[in-house]
Structures are given as structure tokens and as C-alpha cells.
């Protein structure tokens, strides 16, 4: 059981802080000789596998990592490009890792974006006046919390579906947020919040 994420949303939409905390669990690596049997295309900044499956390694999969250095949408870590590197018999063999493409910062404001309209579809949906909203969805990998504060911010959570205590989390995530933020004089409402906003542990 897990957290998978946390996400505060201020009441404009906005995504003010986002915590990823877990490593995904569909990943493969495999060590290739040359010619690599996948077809690599880069879309969207990423490097992904366009056509071939073989060994948990699907279509739509990002290249994760080269030799075990980490690859940052179509370069990796240590700055070479991925797709001329991969052309390039003398690499060979080479290990690759596979997974699905991790989200970048704008998709992750987009997604917040998104939830807040949801949440506000939600609550004028309801046949009763005053409706919380969105409280739960749930998905047969994840559940998705939110608790949505007096003033507008929501506490976004994604963990396990089998994972307890996510109320008396957010809660505690809120008392956080408001002794970091509130009682901060350099501290703007409703900005987004740096890395040193520090959240319970989620492992």
C-alpha cells in the first residue's frame, strides 16, 4: 500500500504544490544489441516506442533511462541525444529501460486545472444545494481523495486502493500547509509553494 501523489489546488484552479512519491511499477529494462527490434519516435518531447512489444515493453512506453542514466525527454542526463545515440552501432550493447512516460510540469497544471473544473461540475450537478464536490473517484489502481478547505484549496491524494488513513492525512497535510504558508510574511496566498513545503511521510 501507497501514496502515489499529493497535489494542492487553489481556488482559482491553479496548481500551488505537487509531491510524487512512489517509482512506478510497470518498467522493464532489457539489454539490445544493434539493430534495436523496436521502432523509437520522439513525440512530445519524449522518446517513446512507436511499434514492437516484447517482454513487458509496450507501444506508448518512454525510454526511462540508457546504461542507467537517466533520460530527460529526449536527452539524457549526462546530455546526449537519445535517438543519435541509439543509431549509433558503437553503443552497442546497450541497456534501456522502458515505462510509461512520467508527467511533465505543465501536464501536472493542466491535470490540477482539470480537477478543479470537474470538482466544480460535480457540486452543480448535485440535486441538493451545498455539495462538497468530489470527496472520492476511485479506479481499480488508484484512489483519488480531495478535501477542499472553507477558503477554496483543495488536498488532492492518489494512493492505493487498499491504503487507510487518507482523511486524517489530508487533514494533517492542511495543518502543514497552514503553518508554512499562512504564517509566513514573505509567503503570497495562493502561490505555488518550494520544494521546502514538506509533507508527512507518505512511504
Known amino acids: 500500500?501507497?501514496?502515489?501523489?499529493?497535489?494542492?489546488?487553489?481556488?482559482?484552479?491553479?496548481?500551488?504544490?505537487?509531491?510524487?512519491?512512489?517509482?512506478?511499477?510497470?518498467?522493464?529494462?532489457?539489454?539490445?544489441?544493434?539493430?534495436?527490434?523496436?521502432?523509437?519516435?520522439?513525440?512530445?518531447?519524449?522518446?517513446l516506442v512507436a511499434f514492437g512489444q516484447r517482454d513487458g515493453i509496450r507501444v506508448g512506453h518512454a525510454v526511462l533511462a540508457i546504461n542507467g542514466v537517466d533520460v530527460n525527454g529526449k536527452y539524457t542526463a549526462d546530455g546526449k541525444e537519445v535517438l543519435e545515440y541509439l543509431g549509433n552501432p558503437a553503443n552497442y550493447p546497450v541497456s534501456i529501460r522502458f515505462g510509461r512516460p512520467r508527467l511533465t510540469s505543465n501536464e501536472?497544471?493542466?491535470?490540477?486545472?482539470?480537477?478543479?473544473?470537474?470538482?466544480?461540475?460535480?457540486?452543480?450537478?448535485?440535486?441538493?444545494?451545498?455539495?462538497?464536490?468530489?470527496?472520492?473517484?476511485?479506479?481499480?489502481?488508484?484512489?483519488?481523495?480531495?478535501?477542499?478547505?472553507?477558503?477554496?484549496?483543495?488536498?488532492?491524494?492518489?494512493?492505493?486502493?487498499?491504503?487507510?488513513?487518507?482523511?486524517?492525512?489530508?487533514?494533517?497535510?492542511?495543518e502543514i500547509y497552514s503553518d508554512f504558508a499562512l504564517k509566513n510574511p514573505f509567503y503570497s496566498l495562493e502561490m505555488p509553494i518550494s520544494k521546502l513545503f514538506k509533507l508527512p511521510d507518505t512511504q
Do not use: W
Not at 473544473?117 to 452543480?124: H, T
Not at 450537478?125 to 484512489?143: V, W
Open 108 to 174: 501536472k497544471l493542466m491535470l490540477a486545472s482539470m480537477f478543479h473544473s470537474l470538482f466544480a461540475i460535480g457540486s452543480q450537478l448535485s440535486p441538493e444545494q451545498g455539495s462538497s464536490g468530489i470527496e472520492m473517484l476511485e479506479t481499480d489502481t488508484f484512489k483519488l481523495h480531495c478535501f477542499q478547505t472553507l477558503t477554496g484549496i483543495k488536498f488532492v491524494v492518489l494512493a492505493d486502493p487498499r491504503q487507510a488513513g487518507i482523511d486524517s492525512l489530508l487533514r494533517k497535510i492542511y
Open 1 to 47: 500500500m501507497a501514496i502515489f501523489s499529493v497535489y494542492v489546488v487553489n481556488k482559482a484552479g491553479g496548481l500551488i504544490y505537487q509531491l510524487d512519491s512512489y517509482a512506478p511499477r510497470a518498467e522493464a529494462e532489457k539489454t539490445f544489441s544493434y539493430p534495436l527490434d523496436l521502432l523509437l519516435k520522439l513525440h512530445d518531447e519524449r522518446v
